[in-house]
């Protein structure tokens, strides 16, 4: 099982990315998705998750707004679009996934990507 997280970069506040993150989990669509971020010197937080179900998603209270988490099943793929960056958006994202709910507990993950950077300048 592999997770895999891309388009990480350095940009510039108010700049946007989006970061993708592809597995090899089988079927994919059953599995829900995670992604997490940890800033240098701080603690991994949660952004944001989006189930199989339904496309229920959550997010992180700082990202609300400016962050949209979506999946393309066919492509075993689930996308973070990140908007108006800010300096504080610094950090290395994970994506997650298990085959239960969608969640904001890294505690409910069973499988883990190894992490994309993104920069943010001010």
């Known amino acids: 099982v592999q997770l895999q997280a891309f388009g990480g970069g350095l940009v510039q506040a108010g700049d946007s990315l989006r970061l993708s993150c592809v597995a090899s989990?089988?079927?994919?669509?059953?599995?829900?998705v995670g992604w997490f971020r940890q800033g240098p010197g701080k603690e991994r937080d949660f952004v944001a998750a989006?189930?199989?179900?339904?496309?229920?998603?959550l997010y992180g209270d700082p990202v609300k707004g400016r962050f949209i988490i979506s999946r393309d099943n066919a492509k075993n793929t689930v996308y973070l679009q990140m908007s108006d960056l800010k300096p504080e958006d610094t950090a290395v994202y994970y994506c997650?996934?298990?085959?239960?709910?969608?969640?904001?507990?890294?505690?409910?993950?069973?499988?883990w990507g190894q992490g994309t950077q993104v920069i943010v300048s001010s």
């Open positions: 997650a996934a298990n085959s239960g709910s969608p969640s904001s507990r890294m505690g409910a993950y069973d499988y």
């Open positions: 989990l089988r079927p994919f669509s059953t599995y829900a």
């Open positions: 989006i189930s199989w179900r339904n496309g229920l998603t």
